[in-house]
């Protein structure tokens, strides 16, 4: 149980996955692939596709992304509103879709999402230009898991190397690794969503 961002591909975005235990979610991501698409063609801009997994020379190849979020978010929301504009506070943590696409502003479909009636879509370089802002401001440093394994930020922040790493090397960002963990957190789902070209949703 809990919130993760994971990241989908082709089958999984158009509802076409099924799992064995009827999960709640199957078919839910067609209609948000659907209205979106829609929204996207009203904006005079492209359908979006996500790759299938493990294809494409770059797009779609690599590992899949999954963390999930579970530290307490006040500190980190308290970080927010000392750095950004409370409007991009919604941009960097608001989506239930990451897309790897350039979005001006957020796309909010009439579709129920995981977590909400709605489904809020946030454009993956707009959420990373916001999280390097708040990586400047905490001094994140080199070390921090980058490769995409399964619950590898997390397992790294909850199980005990964040907390060596920041005996050996205190700073800003050692200071409260529950709001560092989010900073590092959306810094690498943006990052993962615009290498491999799949979307983040969260579920």
């Known amino acids: 149980m809990g919130v993760y961002l994971v990241d989908v591909g082709a089958r999984e975005w158009f509802g076409q996955e099924r799992y064995e235990d009827g ?29 299938a997994f493990g294809t494409g020379p770059a ?22 509103r000392a750095h950004l504009p409370q409007a991009r506070t919604w941009t960097l943590c608001g989506w239930s879709v990451l ?53 590898e930020l997390t397992a790294w922040f909850l199980d005990g190397p964040a907390r060596r790493a920041a005996a050996a090397g205190p700073g800003p960002w050692s200071a409260d690794l529950d709001s560092t963990f989010y900073v590092a957190l959306y ?15 969260s579920s």
């Open 23 to 51: 999960d709640p979610d199957d078919g839910r991501l067609g209609a948000v692939a659907t209205a979106l698409n829609a929204e996207l063609s009203r904006r005079g801009l492209p359908p979006f596709e996500p790759p």
């Open 59 to 80: 797009a779609g190849a690599g590992p899949a992304f999954e963390e999930k979020l579970v530290p307490p978010m006040d500190g980190f929301l308290a970080l927010c």
């Open 99 to 151: 897309l790897p696409v350039s979005l001006d502003r957020e796309i909010v479909l009439p579709v129920a999402s995981a977590h909400d009636v709605e489904t809020t879509v946030a454009g993956a370089p707009q959420v990373l230009a916001l999280a390097r802002r708040l990586a400047a401001a905490v001094g994140l440093p080199d070390g921090i898991p980058a490769t995409g394994r399964n619950l």
């Open 187 to 201: 810094l690498r789902a943006a990052e993962h969503a615009l290498r491999y070209g799949r979307p983040i949703v």
